[in-house]
């Protein structure tokens, strides 16, 4: 079935000097801060967001350094309420969601066929923003002004009377200021894979990982503006004397938690539907055959993405209110577990039918089915009002959670990672090295995260930054502790892989798994340009199909070489017939200034100097026109690239 | 379940055991079942927490049956499938849709129909004319009193074992959540509104509770004692609590009281029947008797109460009671006056 296909494209010499011309960007200071290339990008944000990674993985590491034992002084109260804020809010909104969106800008082009995202300059911007909102963030805590509410920062503790400082501050500003960044990655993707899929990928045809994607893409939008809304409300009210949240003043707290959830269930999908794709896209180089039901898959994919936003209430099962509204809310958590189980059960049928090739990418999504199937049942445990009054905010809801963010989204960005550094990098990484990290890691994660399931019922509540020796909390704190030594040291050795892979990796061929999708048809790494010719897609394996290597190959054809100029194609949303070409911009400072000035403007708000805030606003104001001034030679794309 | 909570009123932790040097082995035996005299949801004394456990142990076989499914495919794929000669290439569409949707569908109408009537169950209201405690949520610690009785304690609620008892709950700042894992689920404390629980021990002990909502820097030390006692010792208590607290008795004791209500003490606290009438910190009336000192941050003994009223921020930084400017040759008379209020 599989075709190994050579990139030895039947383009003229001419044409691929021309292509190489026109894409290049030269690798100097000015091209580092100017590239609007997704690939640079994508890899910027995989980096950044794996920093992001490291210090918020290290603050838990203090803290359970400090919860190792009853009543141990390793930090302050002051200090460790920081640092498990940092650990979530950093975990949620400054890892999981950008790293997956690193995979995304990376990929998404490349598997639709395309030779950039939509809107590039956009795509630039956003990882600008994304960088620094999360130094914004990050650099509170040497001041000691790190946000300290829990990452869900709930009323009234939020408010400037019983939480002074700059702490919630930085909360509501760096979620607002980072809120631009994913809200513009998000129609960015939206755009890019309903506008620039290669001809021929009509939707039957578009790979799970982009599906997965888009409906991500599509929940951001629609999510994150009652975060916002929050946020700005928030900020209103520690700083401008409003009421929002104060029932002194005629405020309500639940407000605030409403909000919150009806994003922040969302985005529980939001980062594991991404890595759920991931999972689509690595099973088929190692079972040899194709995912087993795509169809229901993708209604499994959009089926959670709009159930997801009815559930919000079973965050709020202990604030008491009516019981009626609880059992509905009940009720549609129970349901949005089918979805998954669907999945799941797809995955496994994948696996029984084909023929498994054991290396560290499959040892990844064994270790994902695994731990995401634990999660799922406590999940659909919590589901049940009743049994979730009694365990949530316990140590038990903090199994759960973990058990479906590593075992649900760090694994199989873990299997991604292993399976995409050959074409990311170019290199390959060292097997043995992926083996143990894997081990490490699946061990340290069940025994760091099982233990809490115990202390939970145990009567241990959350975010204590010590307790009291009690019978059945010391021994398995212990345990946990210990667990997150050795989880920890299973990702350094990932670290080490990828260091390893980069500096002394065999160079990797186009395509060493013999995948299916089309980013196994381009050069390890991809040419900045990505495709020599845009294929024409012909079956949902394109790879593997002998007919759309053809149409690179002998079948190219010069509206698909489109070598005379840095131009990629535009085709219809649900067919993916050839519209037109159209050009794509070239590098540029603005999106920088343009991230630049907002940063400024944040950091003015943060420190009430609003002067300098109205200065950075006519910059930003200044910047955006200069930006979005039309050509002076109005060409047919006006309005497409950005 | 072994149902061994202790019965006296001393919670496990003020019996200082030596530490244990095999706690890993100490913890599976716990896995067992036999959670001793921990807070546990898995041994529980009351009607609420009696329900859920039930709940509890349907969920977990259910899911560990539902688990070894999934182990017992991922198992066979693992070995049989692994370098398979042959892939093959079918669609078991329904396969996934009676695996992955329909038995699951089944499964869950069922356990969301026992979860609504677990719901309702731990909804019913305790009945008109119960006994109503008042709970106040401060940052950090409980204020608590009774309808009917005049007095106030804190981080202390007694209740009569085997009745049905209606928890009133407020909040004087931000939010927390009153929880006894052995006695009844959560219910939040909310800004601004008043909330109801209910609290029915069926055998006598004391339940160790604990604020679950994140309410700031000392959340970790936000812990009660509920205690569980037959009708008639309830009463003694309740009547005690409605009584102006004891006079001193010796000399010591009324120095102890001088310097208490002469001092920076009588701002904050109360001592019932003296006319020191301090409203911000908990009323002292009873505080030699309580089971700990700050919301279970320490036993409630001589030594720790100096400690506390020298400096309680090295305590549990951040509480609300600075430091005490007391003369260190006054400091043993009001520890034997705080120490006689029973």
């Known amino acids: ?642 | 379940m072994k149902t061994t909570a202790e019965t006296t009123s001393r919670p496990a932790w003020r019996q200082r055991r030596p530490r244990s040097v095999l706690p890993l082995l100490y913890g599976l035996l716990l896995l067992a079942g036999c959670s001793g005299g921990s807070p546990s949801a898995l041994n529980p004394a009351g009607t609420g927490a009696a329900r859920v456990s039930g709940l509890w142990w349907l969920l977990f076989w259910i899911s560990v049956a539902v688990f070894a499914e999934v182990m017992a495919l991922l198992a066979w794929a693992l070995v049989f499938r692994r370098g398979a000669a042959r892939v093959r290439h079918g669609q078991p569409l329904r396969f996934v849709t009676i695996a992955g949707a329909g038995l699951p569908f089944i499964i869950l109408v069922a356990v969301y129909g026992v979860g609504l009537r677990d719901l309702a169950a731990l909804g019913a209201s305790p009945g008109r004319d119960a006994l109503t405690v008042e709970v106040t949520g401060h940052k950090w610690w409980w204020e608590v009193r009774y309808a009917g009785a005049s007095g106030a304690t804190a981080n202390e609620i007694h209740i009569p074992v085997g009745e049905r008892v209606r928890v009133r709950l407020r909040t004087d700042d931000v939010l927390h959540s009153f929880w006894v894992p052995q006695l009844m689920p959560k219910t939040d404390l909310i800004a601004g509104e008043t909330r109801e629980t209910w609290l029915e021990a069926r055998r006598d002990g004391s339940y160790r509770g604990q604020c679950a909502e994140y309410c700031g820097t000392q959340h970790a030390h936000m812990a009660f004692l509920v205690v569980a006692e037959p009708r008639a010792d309830f009463d003694a208590w309740l009547a005690r609590l409605d009584a102006p607290a004891r006079a001193p008795r010796t000399e010591a004791e009324r120095r102890g009281q001088q310097t208490f209500a002469q001092g920076t003490c009588a701002a904050c606290h109360t001592v019932r029947g003296t006319g020191v009438q301090g409203r911000v910190g908990p009323d002292l009336s009873n505080v030699g008797s309580r089971w700990s000192i700050g919301a279970g941050a320490v036993p409630n003994d001589a030594g720790h109460l100096g400690g506390w009223i020298a400096n309680s921020q090295t305590v549990k930084p951040g509480n609300a009671m600075p430091p005490q400017p007391v003369d260190a040759a006054r400091l043993p008379d009001l520890i034997t006056y705080l120490r006689s209020l029973e």
Request: net charge positive; aromatic share 14%; glycine share 8%.
């Open chain 1, 1 to 642: 079935m599989s075709t190994t296909t050579s990139t030895a494209p039947a383009v003229g010499r001419d044409d691929l000097a021309r292509l190489a011309e026109h894409w290049a960007e030269p690798r100097s200071l000015r091209s580092w801060f100017t590239t609007v290339d997704h690939k640079r990008i994508g890899r910027r944000y995989l980096v950044t967001a794996a920093f992001f990674f490291v210090l918020a993985g290290l603050s838990a590491l203090v803290m359970r350094t400090q919860l190792a034992r009853p009543e141990s002084g390793v930090v302050s109260p002051q200090e460790y309420n920081q640092l498990f804020t940092m650990h979530g809010t950093a975990m949620i909104f400054l890892f999981a969601t950008p790293m997956l969106f690193g995979f995304g800008n990376f990929l998404v082009p490349l598997m639709i066929g395309s030779r950039d995202m939509a809107f590039p300059r956009l795509n630039a911007f956003g990882y600008w923003v994304f960088l620094f909102a999360g130094l914004f963030m990050w650099a509170s805590l040497p001041f000691g002004a790190a946000p300290n509410n829990g990452w869900f920062a709930y009323a009234p503790l939020n408010q400037v009377q019983h939480n002074p400082g700059l702490h919630m501050d930085v909360y509501a500003l760096g979620l607002l200021f980072l809120g631009i960044s994913t809200t513009s990655g998000a129609i960015n993707f939206i755009v890019t894979a309903l506008k620039l899929r290669a001809p021929g990928m009509s939707l039957n045809r578009v790979p799970l990982f982009v599906w997965a994607i888009v409906a991500t893409a599509f929940m951001v939008i629609f999510a994150l503006p009652a975060l916002n809304a929050d946020n700005a409300m928030l900020f209103f009210d520690r700083r401008f004397g409003t009421h929002f949240f104060d029932p002194s003043g005629g405020g309500n707290v639940l407000l605030w938690q409403h909000l919150f959830w009806i994003f922040g269930h969302p985005d529980v999908y939001i980062i594991v539907l991404p890595a759920l794709g991931i999972v689509s896209a690595v099973l088929p180089a190692f079972t040899r055959r194709g995912v087993v039901a795509y169809s229901l898959i993708v209604l499994s994919i959009v089926a959670i993405a709009i159930i997801s936003f009815g559930v919000w209430v079973h965050h709020m099962f202990a604030t008491g209110l009516p019981q009626l509204s609880y059992s509905f809310f009940s009720a549609a958590s129970t349901v949005i577990t089918i979805p998954s189980g669907i999945q799941i059960f797809a995955w496994l049928a994948t696996m029984l039918l084909g023929r498994l090739v054991s290396r560290v990418p499959l040892l990844f999504v064994i270790g994902f089915i695994v731990t995401f199937v634990l999660g799922g049942f406590t999940g659909a445990m919590f589901a049940l009002t009743a049994f979730d009054q009694q365990v949530t905010d316990s140590y038990f809801v903090v199994a759960h959670f973990h058990y479906v963010l590593i075992g649900g989204a760090v694994f199989p960005m873990l299997a991604g990672i292993y399976y995409w550094l050959p074409k990311i990098t170019g290199r390959m990484y060292h097997e043995g090295l992926g083996r143990w990290a894997f081990w490490l890691a699946f061990t340290g994660m069940h025994v760091t995260f099982f233990p809490m399931h115990l202390t939970g019922l145990f009567g241990m509540p959350r975010r204590v930054y010590t307790y009291r020796s009690e019978p059945g909390w010391d021994g398995w704190n212990l345990v946990s502790t210990v667990g997150s030594y050795l989880l920890a040291l299973g990702l350094l050795l990932v670290l080490v892989g990828v260091v390893h892979a980069v500096r002394r990796g065999r160079p990797a061929p186009a395509d060493p798994w013999e995948g299916d999708s089309l980013e196994w048809s381009t050069a390890s790494p991809p040419e900045p340009y990505n495709f020599p010719v845009i294929p024409r897609v012909r079956s949902l394996h394109p790879t593997w199909d002998a007919r759309t290597a053809e149409s690179t190959t002998t079948g190219a054809t010069a509206d698909r070489v489109l070598s005379d100029g840095r131009r990629t194609l535009f085709t219809s949303e649900l067919d993916a017939r050839t519209e037109r070409a159209v050009a794509m911009p070239e590098p540029s400072y603005k999106p920088l200034v343009l991230a630049g000035a907002l940063l400024v403007f944040f950091t003015a708000m943060l420190l009430a100097a609003y002067p300098i805030a109205v200065v950075a606003v006519l910059v930003v104001a200044a910047t955006i026109a200069a930006w979005l001034w039309p050509p002076r030679r109005p060409d047919e794309e006006l309005g497409v690239a950005s």
